[in-house]
């Protein structure tokens, strides 16, 4: 499924369905996530990078690579069978790390990330008995770092610079990208 064929805007009203993915899932867990970061279709959500990054958010290995490792679950979340949402989970010793989190870019705002982010943390910390968790963000991202914020995440100052020249990761459209480590404690 490519990110054109995506709907934008869920219909259905049903429960949200957590589950590992599989490797089945790669090509429509690459659309969702390109679709919530990247090119035009991530302009309906607030979620884009679209101007500060062009080019891929990632790539079927990458994915693939996420599904594959021992330490790392790649959540697929479903209403009625439609892929939505997603996000890793990476068991980092007395930490779980947050990363390729993304939403139909016609769901953000509804509440739907909250949910994910909520259960996320619960199943992090019922699977690895872990007490905090990590992501890094953009730190030109004020919008959405702000909403991790709202959500008990807090900045701390640590910084790691973009990978500039990796192409897997994007093409940068400026010279000040880095990313800031977040920490939430849990329980």
């Given at each position: 499924?490519?990110?054109?064929?995506?709907?934008?805007?869920?219909?259905?009203?049903?429960?949200?369905?957590?589950?590992?993915?599989?490797?089945?899932?790669?090509?429509?867990?690459?659309?969702?996530?390109?679709?919530?970061?990247?090119?035009?279709?991530?302009?309906?959500?607030?979620?884009?990078?679209?101007?500060?990054?062009?080019?891929?958010?990632?790539?079927?290995?990458?994915?693939?690579?996420?599904?594959?490792?021992?330490?790392?679950?790649?959540?697929?979340?479903?209403?009625?069978?439609?892929?939505?949402?997603?996000?890793q989970?990476?068991?980092?010793?007395?930490?779980?790390?947050?990363?390729?989190f993304?939403?139909?870019?016609?769901?953000q705002?509804?509440?739907?990330?909250?949910?994910?982010?909520?259960?996320?943390?619960?199943?992090?910390?019922?699977?690895?008995?872990?007490?905090?968790?990590?992501?890094?963000?953009?730190?030109?991202?004020?919008?959405?770092?702000?909403?991790?914020?709202?959500r008990?995440?807090?900045?701390?100052?640590?910084?790691?610079?973009?990978?500039?020249g990796?192409?897997?990761?994007?093409?940068?459209?400026?010279?000040?990208?880095?990313?800031?480590?977040?920490?939430?404690?849990?329980?």
């Amino acid at each position: 499924m490519d990110a054109a064929s995506h709907p934008t805007v869920p219909h259905r009203t049903g429960a949200l369905a957590y589950r590992d993915a599989t490797a089945a899932d790669t090509d429509a867990l690459v659309a969702l996530i390109e679709s919530a970061y990247r090119g035009d279709s991530s302009r309906t959500g607030w979620t884009t990078e679209a101007d500060i990054l062009e080019g891929q958010r990632t790539d079927p290995q990458g994915v693939r690579e996420v599904i594959e490792s021992p330490d790392s679950r790649l959540l697929a979340v479903e209403r009625d069978g439609e892929l939505i949402a997603c996000c890793q989970l990476e068991h980092r010793g007395d930490a779980a790390y947050f990363g390729m989190f993304a939403v139909l870019p016609g769901a953000q705002g509804s509440g739907l990330g909250k949910q994910v982010m909520a259960a996320a943390e619960r199943i992090a910390g019922e699977t690895w008995g872990v007490r905090e968790m990590h992501m890094t963000v953009i730190t030109v991202r004020e919008e959405l770092i702000a909403w991790y914020e709202r959500r008990g995440y807090r900045r701390t100052g640590k910084l790691h610079p973009f990978p500039y020249g990796d192409e897997r990761f994007g093409i940068p459209q400026r010279d000040d990208l880095e990313f800031e480590l977040l920490i939430k404690p849990l329980g």
